[in-house]
T-cell receptor, first 113, second 109 residues
Framework: DAGVTQSPTHLIKTRGQHVTLRCSPISGHKSVSWYQQVLGQGPQFIFQYYEKEERGRGNFPDRFSARQFPNYSSELNVNALLLGDSALYLC????????????FGPGTRLTVT | GQQVMQIPQYQHVQEGEDFTTYCNSS?????IQWYKQRPGGHPVFLIQLVKSGEVKKQKRLTFQFGEAKKNSSLHITATQTTDVGTYFCAGGDTDKLIFGTGTRLQVFP
């Protein structure tokens, strides 16, 4: 079975620009969560979507938004990029919600210059 | 907000030595999950603990969940070079998963 896939793998953007990151969960998984991981730190929870509805939100500004589609894939959008948004963005899928084991994708490395 | 801390931040051991990382939450946890992240990789699920005082073993790895469900530990017996990576605990709830600060393990042959 295919694992969680994310695109693109790497991305370079300029301050003030907008970015969209994409995630496809494992087949049969209905929950997708997004995390930001800065080098040397643990993943920081951004959003959880379950059955296409926002289930949880971390402590991130409104510049961050996400959605989940009928096929359970998901997009993370970040507006007005700041240098501090440079990080590895991880997507994870789960059978139900974040109380269940998370299967992580390889991540998207975002660099903001 | 909820915080999950881990100690130590780094641990260097000789191959064959034991290793332990400790995880402490500022709030009571519904469950604790443990993940391993190899350098350049993504977190990989190891185990989940749900019950107060629960102990689970996976070969050389032993996981414990505290009686108050606010702390946990991971112990590796006789480390091997394949154990290299960062170990994260994470407090899981139905609406969020809060990762700890992680313990980076380096094993010297």
């Amino acid at each position: 079975d295919a694992g969680v896939t994310q695109s693109p793998t790497h991305l370079i953007k300029t301050r003030g620009q907008h970015v969209t990151l994409r995630c496809s969960p494992i087949s049969g998984h209905k929950s997708v969560s997004w995390y930001q991981q800065v080098l040397g730190q643990g993943p920081q929870f951004i959003f959880q979507y379950y059955e296409k509805e926002e289930r949880g939100r971390g402590n991130f500004p409104d510049r961050f938004s996400a959605r989940q589609f009928p096929n359970y894939s998901s997009e993370l959008n970040v507006n007005a990029l700041l240098l501090g948004d440079s990080a590895l963005y991880l997507c994870a899928s789960s059978r139900r919600d974040t109380s269940y084991e998370q299967y992580f994708g390889p991540g998207t490395r975002l660099t903001v210059t | 907000g909820q915080q999950v801390m881990q100690i130590p931040q780094y641990q260097h051991v000789q191959e064959g030595e034991d290793f332990t990382t400790y995880c402490n939450s500022s709030t009571t946890l519904s469950n604790i999950q443990w993940y391993k992240q190899r350098p350049g990789g993504h977190p990989v699920f190891l185990i989940q603990l749900v019950k107060s005082g629960e102990v689970k073993k996976q070969k050389r790895l032993t996981f414990q969940f505290g009686e108050a469900k606010k702390n946990s530990s991971l112990h590796i017996t006789a480390t091997q070079t394949t154990d290299v990576g960062t170990y994260f605990c994470a407090g899981g709830d139905t609406d969020k998963l809060i990762f700890g600060t992680g313990t980076r393990l380096q094993v010297f042959p």
